[in-house]
């Protein structure tokens, strides 16, 4: 296939997985969707291998999809045109129980399955045993409580499974929000097996499949100049969960060995060296911990590397069942697999090749989820109908990298900023919420040469009610750390603010009620910096302090440079201070 075919032919496939996105978006009932965007469309081929993906979130899409449709397939190899299916089981290849994902398999009018779209979309509520998708301190499965779909059909011949229905309308907290969430991904799976059928019937089922073979292998190519673009060596990490329920005295570290071999252009993870799953909902599913492993490596090599089943070819994962990073076994709860231990994976991925290829990698991004990002759910007392929904009201946590300052808003290193932080107005609107301030931190970056995001902070609470605010906030002790001389982000933490302004300190993972008049304050952790403070140029130093992300004090402590009572900078002092460093 001739090259502009080829990338003709990829741009109409991302074409379908956007419409798709656009489905979900604009139909999507509650705000974590329609507002926030956490959801993700993506395409994978007859052979279960991911071909394209909506510019959605990396710790959706990149490995799951695939897992999740050969599970469909051997459970179901009878597949249909008008079927559909819902999969949201950490051991049959979903992220965790919050994302259902939707399946739809692309049959031709020959009864042939040519392809498999998927669309993920978090939820609000899942009928978990409290109001939150996030239950950070489930012993279990059982103890987290929600209903698991290993791919269950739920749709034949177009027509959805009433029984189905029925069982979800029972469990779940606010069944009319879920049934609209579930119609608008099942309708934004059906977009993109509509688009896909009109493509073949342009040019051809046949000629569909090439492209899929070719543009893998292409893939394929670009990663492998890309990996031997970058110096062979092998690096170690170690990367910190803070303390939660379950979970040892000092937390959970994640080791993590990455090795770079240019010669045969391989990139390799070894995950193996970890602790066995905890009694607690922060372990990893196997496709949450394949996607932070890649997502540490694809945030340190040439970004227009596609990723795709082809790229993945040259990435070599290690890792072994019945470990916190590694294949869960059932009845271990992975509530919060997207996200807290996710992080200190692909965190030290990217560190480890900053170590190990100068100018390449990222220092930390910062923990998550403060009770900035919760759940949040009560009585409305509007109505008397109970709400739940998770806000997105401030996180930061970018990180340092070698060209360039942190994405200030990336949220967390697994959903690479694709996630919108919501319009306090939205939400004070579509919740009884009010949001009294939301602001960054001084002096909270992590220090480099590229400088780590600094932290946020929230205060929110309710507003003619009580509230309960669920959160799984990692970061307080374990702050983002820097990398080739970067410094460490600001920590996160959390308070209770009460009516007379006293502060109480909230515990790291909670599930906390908020009385009327009463005020959480929620800080987000910041960003590690990348290389030497002292190597910032000093015209960048005197614009964050003009700006007011940090002090005079720590331009001159920090970052060698003396700034006059006008903000002006001083030379000789500047270059006294950064020479005695």
């Known amino acids: ?185 099942l309708g934004a799976a059906r977009i993109g ?73 391989r990139i390799s993870v070894d995950l193996t060296e970890n602790m066995d799953c905890l009694p607690c909902g922060l372990n990893l599913s196997e496709a949450c911990t394949r996607t932070a492993a890649m997502v540490g490596i694809f945030n340190s ?63 930390e991004c910062g923990a998550v989820i403060p009770p900035s990002v919760a759940v949040i759910s009560g009585i409305h007392p509007r109505d008397g109908k109970p709400f739940i929904n998770q806000v997105f009201l401030g996180m930061t946590g970018g990180a340092g990298s070698p060209s360039a300052d942190a994405w200030l808003t990336i949220g967390h290193v697994g959903n690479a900023g694709m996630c919108n932080l919501d319009s306090v107005e939205l939400d004070e609107l579509r919740q009884p919420l009010y949001v009294a301030s939301r602001r960054l931190l001084p002096d909270t970056e992590g220090a480099g040469e590229h400088v780590g995001a600094p932290s946020i902070a929230v205060e929110f609470g309710p507003v003619g009610c009580a509230i309960s605010v669920g959160y799984v906030s990692d970061g307080v002790v374990n702050a983002a750390l820097g990398t080739r001389g970067g410094g460490k982000g600001g920590p996160a933490n959390q308070y209770l603010i009460e009516e007379n302004g006293s502060r109480e300190p909230l515990p790291s993972c909670a599930q906390v009620d908020v009385a009327d008049r009463q005020l959480v304050l929620s800080i987000s952790a910041g960003g590690g910096g990348y290389g030497d403070p002292k190597s910032r140029p000093a015209e960048k130093v005197a614009r964050d302090v003009r700006l007011g992300r940090i002090t005079a004090e720590r331009a001159r402590a920090v970052y060698g440079v003396a700034l006059g009572e006008d903000g002006s900078i001083e030379p000789e002092e500047t270059a006294r201070l950064r020479a005695a460093a």
């Open 193 to 265: 097996e509509q688009e896909i059928r009109a493509m073949a019937a342009e040019v051809g089922w046949d000629a569909l499949e090439a492209f899929s073979r070719e543009w893998l292998d292409y893939s394929e190519k670009r990663m492998i100049e890309a990996v031997r673009a970058l110096p062979s060596g092998r690096a170690t990490r170690v990367s910190r969960h803070d303390p939660f329920p379950g979970t040892p005295e000092d937390g959970i570290p994640v080791t993590v060995h990455v090795g770079i071999d240019a010669e045969a252009a």
């Open 1 to 185: 296939m001739d090259l502009v075919t080829l990338a003709l032919l990829n741009n109409r496939f991302e074409g379908v997985a956007r419409k798709m996105a656009n489905t979900l978006l604009r139909t999507g009932r509650s705000g974590v969707l329609n507002i926030a965007r956490d959801f993700s469309c993506c395409i994978v081929t007859a052979d279960a291998e991911l071909l394209v993906a909506n510019e959605g979130l990396p710790i959706h899409v990149l490995s799951g999809p695939d897992i999740m449709a050969r599970i469909m397939k051997e459970y179901c190899p009878d597949l249909k045109a008008g079927d559909a299916f819902i999969n949201n089981s950490p051991y049959h290849g979903c992220s965790h129980a919050a994302d259902h994902t939707i399946l739809v398999p692309i049959v031709d009018d020959e009864g042939r399955h040519r392809f498999t779209v998927l669309a993920k979309a978090h939820q609000a509520d899942i009928g978990n045993s409290i109001p939150t998708t996030y239950h950070g301190a489930a012993r279990d499965v059982y103890e987290e409580g929600a209903l698991i779909f290993p791919s269950v059909r739920v749709q034949e011949n177009y027509r959805t499974n009433q029984d189905f229905v029925r069982m979800c309308r029972m469990r779940i907290r606010v069944p009319d929000q879920w049934w609209g969430d579930f119609l608008a991904a």
């Open 301 to 363: 090599i040439d970004h227009t590397v596609p990723k795709n089943a082809g790229s993945f070819r040259r990435i070599d994962l290690r890792l072994r069942d019945n470990c916190v990073v590694g294949v869960p076994r059932h009845p271990t709860s992975c509530s919060v697999a997207t996200t807290n231990v996710a992080d200190r994976v692909a965190n030290p991925v990217q560190c480890a090749i900053a170590e190990i290829a100068e100018g390449k990698g990222m220092a």
